[in-house]
Nanobody, 127 residues
Framework: VQLLESGGGLVQVGGSLSLSCQGS????????MGWFRQAPGKEREFVASLPWTARSMYIADSVKGRFTMSRDLAGNTVFLQMNNLKSEDTAVYYCVADPSLEAISPPSPKYDAIDYWGKGVLVTVSS
């Protein structure tokens, strides 16, 4: 069972990137899924999450209006569209999945109890 992120890379300030996360090994269609990130020397932080219904989205204030999360109809793949990137968006981005939306969302994500984490993908925003 794994979550595999892709789409990271180097982009200039103001540019865009789209991350994908493919779940495999089990059916994730009834799992909440989300994205976290960790910048060099900083704590992990929440970015966005979706329930399995995908009817609503939690999004961090720091990326609101610039990032959008979505998932495919089968429910096993999620996407993070990142626009108007800033240098402070530089981080390793991790995909997560858990039966509980609460566990992967504000105000208190349960980092150590989240069922599945991807290995992460590096996003570097250069000026």
């Amino acid at each position: 069972v794994q979550l595999l992120e892709s789409g990271g890379g180097l982009v200039q300030v103001g540019g865009s990137l789209s991350l994908s996360c493919q779940g495999s090994g089990r059916d994730f269609s009834r799992y909440a899924m989300g994205w976290f990130r960790q910048a060099p020397g900083k704590e992990r932080e929440f970015v966005a999450s979706l329930p399995w219904t995908a009817r609503s989205m939690y999004i961090a204030d720091s990326v609101k209006g610039r990032f959008t999360m979505s998932r495919d109809l089968a429910g096993n793949t999620v996407f993070l569209q990142m626009n108007n990137l800033k240098s402070e968006d530089t981080a390793v981005y991790y995909c997560v999945a858990d039966p509980s939306l609460e566990a992967i969302s504000p105000p208190s994500p349960k980092y150590d109890a989240i069922d599945y984490w991807g290995k992460g993908v590096l996003v570097t925003v250069s000026s």
